[in-house]
């Protein structure tokens, strides 16, 4: 997964949008995280695993589309894989706006299936706790200059890198998603942001 690319591509769709929305100034990493939030959610709504109340608890992996402009063809998407791709934009999105974009570079021997001993469900959660503790928490300059000596990272920005792991082992060992699966993905939900953003249509 070439992350300097993705890293910069999402960053000029960010500065596109500052642009045609007149946002210059606007402090959006709020909005941003919020975003990220929502997108997890429709994730694990596709993955369905945690609908207990459900006879059908399968992920949505295969979905018909048939376009409603008349230029496009009909296709077969993975819902599933389109929403974890959505959330890799606010994820790419916060890194930029926050200049954490260092911990999202991650080996894959990091991505461990026993994290999973508390299920999916599990996994999950601890992995919007530490998307919050990101966001909300304000350690002290004290207390990052000891993270760092630590951890590599400001404890803020380690928060954030721990939520991105766990993501990522979700999709990976969860779900099966490969790497290559992931970028491939991205790429087609970028070209879509931009074409909404043209479009008017979202």
């Not at 994730?43 to 109340?53: T, V």
């Not at 389109?82 to 954490?100: C, M, P, R, T, Y």
């Not at 779900?175 to 942001?193: C, M, P, R, S």
Request: with cysteine; glycine share 6%.
């Amino acid at each position: 997964m070439n992350l300097d690319k993705m890293l910069t591509a999402q960053a000029e769709l960010d500065k596109y949008i500052v642009e045609k929305k007149a946002l210059q100034g606007v402090d959006l990493v709020p909005n941003t995280f919020l975003a990220l939030q929502v997108e997890l959610a429709e994730f694990a709504n596709e993955g369905r695993w945690f609908k207990h109340w459900s006879d059908d608890r399968e992920p949505r992996t295969s979905k018909h589309v048939i376009p409603c402009l008349g230029n496009e063809f009909s296709r077969e998407v993975n819902p599933l894989l389109e929403e974890f791709a959505d959330a890799v934009h606010f994820f790419l999105s916060i890194a930029n706006q926050k200049g954490w974009q260092d911990a999202l570079y991650v080996y894959m021997e990091q991505l461990d299936v026993e994290e999973f001993d508390g299920g999916l469900t599990g996994i999950f959660l601890e992995m919007t706790y530490f998307i919050n503790k990101s966001y909300f928490e304000n350690p002290s300059e004290e207390k990052n200059e000891k993270w760092k000596e630590k951890f590599g990272f400001p404890q803020k920005q380690y928060w954030f890198r721990t939520a991105w792991i766990l993501f990522l082992n979700i999709g990976i060992n969860g779900f099966g998603f490969t790497l290559d699966q992931i970028e491939e993905a991205y790429w087609g939900k970028h070209e879509v942001n931009y074409q909404r953003q043209d479009s008017g249509v979202y």
